[in-house]
């Protein structure tokens, strides 16, 4: 019993025409199949239809799209005040509130009403697509079918098979993704889903900085874009979406998972979510707005810092020959001794351990010691680390020397694996845990996380990138340093790690 997805006259039904709706009825239309609108709100199925044609006419006067082919792709799409009007479709697709007894309410009149080979999908983003299709006689023909908004621009599609759904159903739902232009990727049933769940880490992690005082909303958020090369930082990205938003999403993965210490939320969004601050639709968030831009505290490095000798450690030669070289392009001279003379300013070059750590280790004094993260390039963003002790003289020398070339070297508190090392190992390690689980493979996990997150790599492909050894070590040395579970590396990582395999390799 199977639908084909490329017939020329594919009928497709949408239940529910807000946002989301009108942007699938859209990319169906254009892409060929004919479309059948349906809205409990009387007229709301015909004013979508009126706007979808004006988005499509807006892709005509920008020479995106024909004339005929947006007439044809108008007349495939036909508005309906009647339920029983769908009885013929090929697929029906809800995409109503985000209320479990709504949409199994819905499904059972889905379930009666159309033919026995037609699909049944839902565009839910955090329901289980088991819990749904359990309201169905025939649940093996119910899957997710999970699109994001803006649904025309954003390529990525979540097809989510339940504990019962046939091969069949993901296999046309993935076709037909394809027939839209968009980007499928399999996902078995799970809190979260695929999308939402590797993006339990990029945030969350941010906030436990920010939490511990080590530095502020904007030098994370410039590490994260100018070292990593995120589009944007952390606290932007939680201000643009908006805390009522995204706390809610945290809290619930949090709860999903049975409270895994991984995807512990902040009370930090949630008293800021209390209080109304939500971000850039309350005016003020992370950062103060003006305008509708934010207002960034100015913080310039000290230019009248009296320059001390330097040393730097080879306790890790690939730092150490990280430093020398930027040294080198500075036109520093650092002292070549074994040991710093008596009033040297200290360089180390931990992977994954604190400046406090890494000092005592190699018997540096502390006062006049500073890390810098060599993990991440060099050339347009440089962090440097204190320890508490750190002399003030001593900090803003190395502030100072580091930007002598006009890029900017911001100073952070101490903190196992800096800032960027910190986030983008809890992104691999949670991208390691979906695989280990079986939800998608590795190749549609980092596809998903390009498409859906805008990252700039995948989280196995940037494992792969920085070395499964070194990820590890990390995460060991956070996880050794605050003794808490929500550090410790996956099986995933560590196998792989020890066996020098790929990330991204199946277990053949």
Partial sequence: M????DKPDFKIGIVGT?????GIVQVAAAAGLYVTAFDARPSAAAEAKDFVGKMLARQVEKKRLAAADAESAINRIEATETLDT???CDMVMEVITEDLARKRELFTQLDQLVRPEAILATNTSSLAVTAIAAACTRPERVAGFHFFNPVPLMKLVEVIAGMKTDAWVTETLTRLARRFGHEPVLVRDS???LVNHVGRAYMPEALRILSECIARPEVIDQAMRVAAGFRMGPFELLDLVGLDVAHPVMESIYGQYYQEPMYQPSPLTRLRMAGGVLGRKSGAGFYEYHDGKPRIPNDNPPTTAHRKPLWVSRARPDGHAAVAALLDQLRITAETGARPSADALCVV?????DTTTTATAEDLDPRRTVALDTLFPLAGHRTIMVTPATVADYRDAARAMFSVDGVNATVINDSPGFIAPRIVAMIINVGCNVAQQGIASPADIDKATRLGLNYPLGPLEWGDKI???RVVEILEA?????????YRPMPWLKRRALLGMSLRELQS
């Fill in 2 to 5: 199977t639908v084909n997805a």
């Fill in 18 to 22: 807000g946002t989301m709706g009108r």
């Fill in 86 to 88: 769908l009885a013929d």
């Fill in 191 to 193: 809190p979260g889903f």
């Fill in 349 to 353: 070059t931990p992977i994954g351990r």
């Fill in 467 to 469: 070395g499964a050894k």
């Fill in 478 to 486: 956070l996880h050794q340093f605050y003794g808490e579970p929500r």
